[in-house]
């Protein structure tokens, strides 16, 4: 059994100044990205509850008492703007995170967004769609998060490829690609999932595994990396699709020389083979697999055996490290923001990921062992892994 300790179970506030509490203060709830105006409500309003049964809405504003606290209960990423009682503003956060209980291996959705509109469809790839949603959520959806989307006839999962901000009012727009129906003008609200141990509103990315031999997987198996190393070919069988939550995946890069064989019903086919040096995602949508070489999006698996200077054009490939091979990483600020590289090492010795300039996790550089393996993405500024 583990324990923690105990959260303060109101939300409570301060004035900044004097630390006395902001006895009839008023919070804001809206959308991220989105402006909130003092007196006014939210053009883009994010609901609070009173309790965890989600059923009571709060007002918005929400009152605080004489201790400067109330009972907020959040269903997904929100901004807080916080004002004392005369109007004056405290402080404004985007995307607080309701942090939700997790179980250990289920994909759970959190709520994002009912003021949802279709975007378009990609003209050569029918599986690929976009939606609009207000304010700037580009950090609520980035690429890889996996979305579910309510339209007519019931849900849909997708994985999202991208997310730009711009127009006036200003807007989101996600372009997803989508497993068996993409996203339709039907679209009335959207969902990010989350799973124990990963970074709410984006897919994380969990311990990478060597595959050496023939393996049968299960739940507690899901959302993981599995890099195969077998001279004479590997087989790896996934859970029915039906048994695991829909957006729930497994990732899977061949480092040869044997085949890797997933068994199964995959796009509607019987079993897939990988080849050496290639890699793919297969994804549940609740009832059949589904497979994207390189999903995450990534495009390709590219081996290094040497030192590499990764490039612009790299971007979203998956890199696979072995003899020790170090790889320096373009200054973050020259990439999108949100913009990653996958990267694993393969091989016996440890390799080194080193930004050109900057930092990454706060440090001058990333060091993985065998089989280790990250997703490096830029915020703009410096690089981060995760």
């Known amino acids: 059994m583990s324990v923690s300790i105990s959260p303060y179970p109101r939300f409570k506030a301060f004035y900044p100044a004097t630390g006395n509490p902001l006895s009839g203060g008023q919070l804001y709830t809206a959308q991220p990205g989105t402006t909130v105006q003092f007196g006014l409500p939210p053009a883009y309003p994010m609901p609070t509850y009173t309790d965890s049964t989600g059923t009571t809405q709060n007002l918005n504003p ?40 997790l179980q250990s291996v289920s994909l759970q959705w959190v709520p994002q967004s009912t003021q949802v509109s279709y975007g378009s469809a990609n003209a050569t790839n029918p599986q690929i769609a976009s939606f609009v949603v207000p304010g700037n959520q580009t950090a609520v959806f980035l690429t890889g998060t996996a979305v579910l989307a309510t339209i007519n006839g019931g ?15 200003g807007a989101t727009t996600v372009t997803a690609m989508w497993f068996s129906t993409p996203v339709n003008s039907s679209v009335t609200a959207v969902a990010t999932g989350i799973v124990a141990g990963g970074v709410p509103g984006s897919m994380p990315v969990m311990p990478t595994q060597a595959l050496t031999a023939n393996m049968t997987a299960n739940t507690t198996n899901l959302f993981q990396t599995y890099v195969a190393n077998a001279a004479n070919g590997v087989s ?55 497979s994207t070489p390189g999903m995450g999006p990534t495009f390709s698996v590219v081996p290094k055996s040497a030192n590499y200077t990764l490039l612009v054009s790299d971007l979203y490939h998956q890199f696979m490290a072995s003899n020790a091979a170090n790889l320096t990483l373009p200054a973050a600020n020259g990439v999108p923001s949100g913009a990653f590289y996958d990267i694993f090492n393969t091989g016996a010795s440890n390799a080194t990921v080193t930004p050109a300039a900057g930092t990454i996790n706060g440090a001058a550089n990333l060091v993985l062992a065998q089989y280790a393996g990250k997703r490096v993405f ?9």
């Open 62 to 101: 929400v009152i605080l008492d004489g201790n400067g606290e109330a009972d907020v209960w959040l269903s997904g990423y929100t901004k807080f703007v916080l004002f004392d009682v005369n109007g004056n503003l405290v402080w404004s956060k985007d995307n607080v995170s309701s942090s939700p209980a």
């Open 155 to 169: 849900a849909v999962v997708g994985i999202v490829q991208n997310a730009s901000y711009g127009g006036t009012p």
């Open 236 to 290: 790896f069988t996934p859970p029915a699709a039906n048994s695991v939550p829909p957006g729930s995946y497994f990732d899977f890069i061949n480092a040869g020389p044997g085949d890797l064989t997933i068994i199964g019903t995959i796009n509607g086919a019987a079993n897939q083979t990988l080849t050496p040096l290639t890699g793919e995602r297969i994804i549940s949508d609740g009832t059949n697999w589904w």
């Open 378 to 386: 830029s915020d703009g500024t410096n690089w981060w892994a995760k």
